[in-house]
């Protein structure tokens, strides 16, 4: 069916800004040329502008334009390279009609609500004044319930914008007709006519409206949907802008001269000079120079990683001391990380919508309601039982008026307002209230290791002194102290800021006078003391030393230490060992206690980790995981999320780096580190301040609350009218002689909002255990 | 070190960002420079390998991208 459209060919001139002469416009010519999908090119330098002949179906627009830029050129084409700046600008749009259409329905539903309910029958016309406010109320602002309530009704379905849509349109309707009929019985001398067209002899003088009654709740309702909206919009546009928080200039080797440029403007090619402390613009691979790049936004991992000529680089990670040549192989958004921030927007932007509780009682409220007006009506027209000739068509009306419950509106939105703000004393900062409607639900919890479950510090957790003739422990560890001082490995601060908590003395005394300083990268540092050599490295590299004396003790040690997959350090002499060191990444005091709770509330807990088999085996061995994935890739956490969600279970993922992102947004329900990346942070519906997981189980003990004051609210909001609907139904009507009394329609609304706040409100002072 | 030279007409700084992606991308090549000043527009190659297999390449590289380009003598 498509394959017509896909083979499309298509020719078209775009102008083209960068050629400064004649041998530019060949050499655009023949890089656009080799492009899948191209025919033919043909770049006019006089003209500056490319014709091109393109397979539609093969190659996007946008994608020409890219290509163009990635030797220098810009082609001025119709489409971004990528819809997202689309998508946006639509969501935008989209947020700025619906303030439009909020901001008039406060401005003519403020009027209405005090005509009708504080100067009650004291303004004269009040019935058109009314009327006319209430025009752009319905006609603008509440169009969408009515298109929407259309759509649904057309797949037999109903929810809460078909009860909106029905009730108001409804009371619209008929408070319309009720002005038409007092400007009529105005001009009328016999008011029998008007009594029997409305069946209540009251209403000849005294019409009763119900213009507020439908501006209200559109108004409400659309204030709900705005808030929402809004969240939405901004946290799309905080992950779109991570984009550019990358390094605004950069210095890169056009014909062998550095120069300064706009990161924009790197073509993929460039080589790029990255100095001590820069963070990487782009994705490519080493071609000089050694340094330790710092990629835990990419890889999760916190130890820096040693990058050499040929090493791949990634963009968003940072450079710590050394400089690189790095050539550029994936510019703009064809990097990793912009691949996955592309991935995170695709995913949240997917996500589908809860069904909403206030939805899911509006579709059944609804029929039944239906069925109720047409069953009364039917009643009367065929038992009248003397009631007037219309009475049947007024019963149905008033039954549709009278089941509007106004505090629907405020019932979900005031709740969630009550729970995000009492979250948020807790530490739990909730971004989407959906997350809240649905954490109560989750039954499996995906962790990340490291920065999650782990502190993502590395920090000593071992140090074993050997003391010898020679050297006191003092000695050893002013010894260690001053290498350290000196190396730029990623380790050397866990380790000096050990020492320092181990002996105020030493990590106060002047350091040793280093005569030499030899650093194998991978390896350690060989240096002199006092005419002494000493080796400081890792323990593979220190124990293959010839000369060197391993006793038993030392060992022990690092074989226990290596099996504990800690980061085996030692520090030796020519032929004796004077430290052993571990170093790990330490589990979060809280962690053990935190998955209990969750297993008490018969959650599953998986943990998904980059890190290696060895490393994740002893975490989940002491926090007593079962289901574990190790040297998982991004990419793999969003599939193992969806493989869960596809057995139909709510999935919560908690994490904190750049590679969790995609699985955060995927989740159900997702949790962030607030010490993590940015972008998980934006990617997930909840932040966890400081990192603590223990908030979890009162992340879901607080939307347990949370939804339980929805469901009172809702039983508020529909009771009191559920109640009127035998008035509205006539039941009283051969008894007392009226159907429904107005007073006791307006008291409905009033008493059942004010229900709902107060009930909202005391959420709030209910604990969270 | 080996310094090889061409002559080309890559003519200007819009055409240097053109040949750049292709002669980076060579990954023997320690550095490379066009002088656009003269009408010969020498590209100059420094290389550690031999001449004869780099001037190669570098023709290979420079014509993919849309120039013209001769090894010259000497």
Known sequence: MNTGSDNQIVHRTFPVVGMTCAA?????????????????????????????????GELQEGRLGGAAKEIGYELVTNEADSGTEAAALRAATHLN????????????????????????????????????????????SGRDFYTNAIKKIKHQQTNMDSLVA?????????????????????????????????????HRYHPHFYFESATVIITLILLGKFLEERAKTQSAKAIHDLLSLQPTQVTVLRNNIEITIPTAEIILGDFVIIKPGERIPVD???????????????????????????????????????TLKILAQKIGNQTLLAQIIARVEQALGSKPEIQKLADRISSIFVPTVFLIAVISALFWYFFPFNTPPQFALTTFINVLIIACPCALGLATPTALMVGIGK????????????????????????????????????????????????????????????????????????????????????????????????NLPGKGITTQINDVAYNLGSWKWIASKPNLNIDQRAQEISERLLNQAQTTIALSTENQILAIIGIKDPIKDSASQTLQALRDLDIQIHMLTGDNAQTAKAVADQLNINHVMAETLPNQKFDYIQMLQSQNRVVAMVGDGINDAQALAKSDVSFAMGTGSALAMESAAITLTGGQIRQIPKAIELSKQTLKTIR???????????????????????????????M?????????????????????????? | ????????????????????????????????????????????????????????????????????IQLLAG
């Not at chain 1, 319309?176 to 001398?189: G, K």
């Not at chain 1, 691979?285 to 990634?314: H, M, N, Q």
């Not at chain 1, 920090?459 to 560890?477: K, N, P, R, Y």
């Open chain 1, 284 to 322: 490519g691979k080493v071609r000089s120079g050694s340094s330790y790049i710092d990629e835990s936004a990419i890889t999760g991992e916190p130890l820096p990683a040693l990058k050499e000529k040929g090493s791949p680089v990634f963009a968003g990670t940072l450079n710590q001391q050394g």
């Open chain 1, 423 to 518: 979250g948020a004393k807790h530490g739990i900062l909730i971004k989407d209230a959906q997350a809240l409607e649905l954490a109560n639900k989750i039954t499996d919890i995906v962790f990340d290791k490291t920065g999650t479950l782990t502190l993502g510090k590395p920090m000593v957790a071992e140090m074993q002194i050997f003391q010898t003739a020679e050297h006191s422990e003092t000695q050893i560890l002013q010894i260690l102290k001053s290498i350290e001082s000196k190396s730029e490995h990623p380790l050397a601060q866990a380790i000096i800021e050990h020492i320092a908590g181990l002996s105020q003395s030493v990590a106060t005394a002047a350091n040793y006078e280093l005569q030499s300083f030899t």
């Open chain 1, 97 to 140: 009609t619906l303030k439009r259409k909020l901001r008039i329905a406060i401005l003519c539903t403020a009027p209405i609500f005090l005509i009708s309910m504080v100067f009650m029958n004291q303004i004269p016309h009040e019935g058109i004044i009314q009327f006319l406010l209430s025009l752009p109320v319905i006609l603008f």
């Open chain 1, 24 to 56: 530019c416009a060949v050499s655009l010519e023949s890089y656009l040329g080799s492009l899948e999908g191209v025919i033919s090119v043909v770049v006019s330098y006089p003209n500056q502008s490319v014709y091109i002949e393109f397979n539609e």
């Open chain 1, 166 to 202: 029905l009730s108001t349109a409804t009371a619209f309707l008929y408070s319309s007709y009720q002005v038409v009929l007092y400007y009529l019985s105005l001009f009328d001398a016999n008011p029998t006519l008007n009594h029997h067209a409305t069946g209540q002899s009251a």
């Open chain 1, 744 to 769: 006791i329609a307006g008291a409905a609304m009033s008493f059942s909002s004010i229900s709902v706040v107060l009930n909202s409100l005391w959420l709030a002072k209910k604990k969270i255990t």
């Open chain 1, 712 to 742: 009172i609210n809702l039983i508020w909001a529909f009771g009191y009218n559920v109640l009127a609907i035998p008035l509205a139904m006539g039941i009283f009507y051969p008894l007392f002689g009226y159907a429904l009394n107005p």
């Open chain 2, 1 to 68: 070190m080996n310094q090889i030279q061409f002559k080309t007409n890559i003519n200007c700084g819009g055409c240097i960002k053109s040949v750049t992606p292709f002669l980076n991308a060579l990954d023997d090549i320690d550095a490379w420079q066009v002088n656009t000043e003269v009408a010969e527009k020498i590209l100059t190659v420094e290389t550690e390998v031999s001449p004869n297999e780099m001037g190669h390449k570098v023709i290979a590289a420079v014509s993919e991208a849309g120039f013209t």
